[in-house]
């Protein structure tokens, strides 16, 4: 059965008292901030910073669904910033303002800033890129200014470029950077970050390895994120130069990353046996197909690369001339997309024994001569005995049954050290299932939204279950099944660490049972979720 819900301890109730009294005040629109001033000196009065701090943890986990925005309100930040809180959380801009002016910052070590409008308040805006000058806004900027101990900075349609000059001047601890879903973001406000103004010969001078001096006081950044900006391949040129100990860098999906590299480097490939410049980048996705020239100078020149995304071209001699330039990294993860699985299985022969995360997706313009059999699913298990997350992604393509399963009779290979399984896109038999989930003992999350899922109903879930695989699992995401509550509860008994399940709703259970089920969850104090955990995405963790 499922675990049962750790007993509260003292200490933790007694925050989570405090903070729902607090957030109940927050929701309470007759209490003013006049009003709530002395509460405020009151909990200062009596709490040391650090259980202050911890408050203020508990109020945002309480207010943590997006689905209850009104509770992340002026009075909820003006809480955390007075309550020594290391995490703030704004939604919109007109939540900010009126009280902005008064926050200070110093403590907050991640920012999360949110706009439901895919862009600030309308009636705080002026023409692009003039944002300094609008007085409703500077409460903003004063207070971007102050935090001087910030290190994660989360922006999501709420951010501009001279909000990313004041981070450049007053942020200098800051290590990851995502602005998302920015209009207002383009390579100005990127130049700022790294701290420099590209003027007509900066990028001769970079090739020709000339220092170029950096004003920004962001030097310890490692991951930035700068996906659905405006921001192109310029942004990404000067992040690499001036900013060294960047691990990953996110851009817009039509920039291509070679054209980042032949831009620092050159385009003539004779010159980059002479390059000696390195980057600590970790990770590399490239979601456009590359130049085997402009890879093999990313894989000379980023000798740290541990997880790699390709997007290849769905035939066999191109496809294992790109790879081949990569057979010198010691990668853990591989993403491939539209691969042909020849050049793959080639690759995986030599270096599939060091990776622990395989992703294989075809994409929907992939080349319809693409296929997945199970001939290749022996192969890839074969070749991949380390592997704890695997991922497939075929979009409407099943795994070709060119074989049945009992032709390999005692040489038949199975999914021993697997932790998370991932099907998307495709369909598979009870068979394949088997193969896929049947020895894996070790597994801790698996996803199905396939086509076919039909094909899982009770009978096909109580053979695996018997298998014993599934007693481990942490997380079932199936979309779609033919389970019944009877195999719910048969899942319950016969996996006791099961933690998050669903979504119900897709089940062939109905609403009275999921309802009744829920009250019994309560009732028995059961660790369980039977949300979606496509809503768990929607918590602020």
Not at 160 to 177: A, D, G, I, K, R
Not at 242 to 248: G, L, M, T
Not at 428 to 454: A, F, M, P, Q, Y
Request: net charge neutral; proline share 5%.
């Amino acid at each position: 059965m499922p675990q049962h819900k750790p007993v509260t301890s003292l200490q933790l109730l007694t925050l989570r008292t405090v903070a729902h009294a607090l957030r109940k005040l927050c929701c309470n629109r007759s209490v003013t901030m006049k009003r709530f001033e002395p509460v405020i000196e009151y909990v200062q009065m009596l709490l040391p910073p650090q259980i202050q701090a911890a408050v203020c943890h508990n109020l945002l986990q309480e207010s943590s669904k997006l689905v209850f925005p009104e509770l992340l309100n002026n009075k909820y930040i003006y809480i955390c910033t007075r309550l020594h809180a290391e995490y703030v959380w704004i939604i919109d801009s007109r939540n900010i303002v009126p009280v902005v002016d008064r926050m200070d910052g110093r403590n907050v070590r991640t920012l999360k800033m949110t706009g439901r409008n895919m862009q600030l308040d309308p009636d705080l805006e002026t023409a692009p890129y003039n944002y300094q000058k609008v007085k409703k806004l500077e409460p903003l900027y004063r207070f971007i200014q102050t935090l001087s101990g910030l290190t994660v900075l989360k922006c999501s349609q709420m951010c501009n470029n001279y909000m990313l000059e004041l981070v450049s001047q007053y942020c200098p601890h800051l290590e990851e950077l995502r602005v998302e879903m920015c209009s207002n973001v383009d390579d100005e406000g990127v130049f700022h970050i790294a701290g420099h103004m590209p003027t007509p010969d900066t990028y001769l001078q970079i090739q020709n390895g000339v220092r170029i001096h950096s004003t920004s006081v962001c030097t310890k950044l490692k991951k930035v994120s700068l996906a659905y900006t405006l921001a192109c391949t310029a942004s990404a040129v000067v992040l690499l130069h001036f900013c060294p100990n960047i691990e990953e860098l996110v851009v817009t999906p039509y920039v291509n990353i070679g054209d980042v590299f032949t831009t620092l480097h050159g385009t003539n490939p004779d010159r980059y046996e002479n390059v000696k410049s390195r980057y600590a980048l970790k990770t590399l996705s490239s979601y456009m197909e590359q130049d085997e020239n402009a890879l093999s100078l990313i894989v000379r020149t980023c000798p740290s690369l541990e997880d790699v995304t390709l997007r290849c071209n769905g035939v066999e001699r191109k496809d294992r001339n790109l790879l081949a330039n990569i057979l010198g990294l010691n990668l853990s993860k591989l993403k491939v997309m539209s691969c042909s699985m020849p050049a793959l299985l080639w690759y995986l022969e030599q270096k599939g024994a060091g990776l622990t995360e395989l992703f294989i997706e075809h994409l929907i313009t992939a080349p319809s001569s693409l296929t997945f059999t199970r001939t290749h699913l022996q192969q890839v298990i074969a070749t991949c005995p380390n592997l704890k997350h695997f991922t497939l992604k075929l979009y409407n393509n099943p795994i070709q049954p060119n074989v049945s399963y009992s032709s390999f009779g005692s040489s038949l290979l199975y999914f021993t050290s697997l932790s998370h399984l991932t099907l998307e896109g495709t369909s598979v038999t009870s068979e394949d299932l088997s193969v896929l989930v049947g020895k894996c003992h070790n597994l801790r999350e698996l996803h199905i939204l396939i086509h076919n899922l039909d094909i899982l109903d009770d009978h096909v879930l109580s053979d695996l279950l018997a298998s014993g695989s599934l007693r481990g699992l942490h997380t079932l995401y199936l979309d779609r099944p033919m389970l019944t509550l009877a195999g719910l509860r048969r899942l319950f008994e016969e996996c006791p660490e099961l933690h998050t399940v669903g979504p119900l709703s897709s089940w062939a259970i109905s609403k009275k049972d999921r309802e009744e089920l829920a009250k019994e969850i309560r009732a028995k104090n059961w660790d369980l979720n039977i949300e979606s955990p496509e809503m768990m995405q929607l918590f602020i963790l």
